[in-house]
């Protein structure tokens, strides 16, 4: 389980994983959230699974702030399949309804045969550390269905923002999910030093915004990890729904 107080909210919540029927039955993904930190009500699911080798079992999470947003280090449990745990990773603006990332691709995965990693992985809490994020989890050699097992602790290291990439080997373009109730500026994680990198906004019947389009836009050339996008009059987004449309 993972309890935290939302910074937003002042509001204290649990998250775990829960039963989706009486037992036995296959586990879900469930939050609860309350004032005082004694009432609780019923929990919710917040991430339902199929139960099957695409969508595994939920066997625990951890919670953590990160900038304006929440992530969840996901302990995925394959049963069905070959009953290791690995790590999912899901993402939140609000600390409610959960978005898997990268169409539920592993984030951290267990090891090869023969070390101590290989069978399960339980993460604590992601942190920063100076310009880095890191990422303790316990390890273990073994399967989920094996009852003796080896296990230590391990760190998985990442860049600041470095969670999910895209690389691009031929010149396309990325458009992102409508955004609303979103200003201020816009900073991207880019290697741009192959090719300049414009953007432009669209609206929501998908035609540029004047001002926004990308004629106006001043294209990024370096490889940074926080840059700022900007258009030939603008530095910061509009006050209102937009598409953004990576070239």
Known sequence: MSVMQNKNTGKFVACSKGWANARPSHRHFVRVENDDFIHWPEPEVAIRHANDSIGPKSYGINTSHYGSSYIVLLHSYKKTGNETIDIQLTINHENKNWIHVANKETFIPV????T??????FTAPSINHSDKR???YGAWDGQHDIKEHK???DLATLRNNGFVSLYATVWEHITTYPIKDTSGYLLVNINATGGPMPAELLNENGKPISEYTLNESVPI???EISVPVQWENHIKLPEQAYSIRFH
């Open 111 to 114: 090891g090869a045969v023969g």
């Open 116 to 121: 101590l990693n290989n069978g399960m992985l």
């Open 134 to 136: 890191q990422n303790y």
């Open 151 to 153: 296990s230590g602790i």
């Open 221 to 223: 050339h370096s490889d």
